[in-house]
């Protein structure tokens, strides 16, 4: 199985701060990378897919890259509607897997 | 539009079988390309993957759940089926379907997902 690592697991930051997460894999999955948002009893929602490419209707602060076995996904320019959890997910291989997850908490 | 919403008990005793269903709504999963998975989450927990159909009846399982994991569709009512045996409590989770578009598994719509307890 190909296993993801986010870090951090958890950082606090402020409305209008930049945030960096990070996503590693134990071997390369090429580009094959998703980055989903999670809110409290809510389900996840994908922001990012192919590594770099928006979902349509997310916003433009939210930005993924990278390839083969290390990514990040930032946030610029922080919202209060982005205080959330958030995980990213392989899809170069089975089985599917996720990473253990980043809460963004507000500082 | 996509949606989908999973549906299934919410208690379940330990040994007893799961069966959830999530019917979906906006495509069509005989369509090709298209898929159907579950994913679940223990309460304050990690995402993690269950089973994925395929619109050409392809399956594919966790390899640490694939002895009690069984996935099929209804194309006709737009419907997958999982079922899950031997329940234990290490099993009580939020579950959700969700569509992976054609081309790679990424999952680009969500249910809401069902929190099903396993207590006696």
């Known amino acids: 199985d190909i296993q993801m690592t986010q870090s951090p697991s958890s950082v606090s930051a402020s409305v209008g701060d930049r945030v960096i997460i990070t996503c590693r894999a134990s071997?390369?999955?090429?580009?094959?990378l998703a980055w989903y948002q999670q809110k409290p009893g809510k389900a996840p929602e994908r922001l990012i897919y192919?590594?770099?490419s928006l979902q349509s209707g997310v916003p433009s602060r939210f930005s993924g890259s990278g390839s083969g076995t290390d990514f990040t996904l930032t946030i610029t320019s922080l919202q209060p509607e982005d205080f959330a959890t958030y995980y990213c997910?392989?899809?170069?291989?089975?089985?599917?897997?996720f990473g253990q997850g980043t809460r963004l908490e507000i500082k | 539009q996509i949606t989908l919403k999973e549906s299934g008990p919410t208690l379940v005793k330990p040994t007893q079988t799961l069966t959830l269903t999530c019917t979906f709504s906006?495509?069509?999963?005989?369509?090709?390309?298209?898929?159907v998975g579950w994913i679940r989450q223990p309460p304050g927990k990690a995402l993690e993957w269950l089973a994925l159909?395929?619109?050409?009846?392809?399956?594919r399982y966790s390899p640490s759940l694939k002895s009690r994991l069984t996935i099929t569709k209804d194309t006709s009512k737009n419907q997958v089926v999982l079922t899950m045996t031997n329940m234990d409590p290490v099993d009580t989770a939020t579950y959700y379907c969700?569509?992976?578009?054609?081309?790679?598994?990424?999952?680009?719509?969500w249910g809401q997902g069902t929190l099903v307890t396993v207590s006696s």
């Open positions: 159909i395929y619109w050409d009846d392809d399956k």
């Open positions: 906006g495509f069509s999963l005989s369509s090709s390309g298209m898929g």
């Open positions: 997910q392989q899809a170069n291989s089975f089985p599917i897997t």
């Open positions: 071997q390369g999955i090429n580009r094959y």
């Open positions: 969700a569509h992976r578009p054609p081309g790679v598994n990424y999952f680009d719509y």
């Open positions: 192919a590594a770099s």
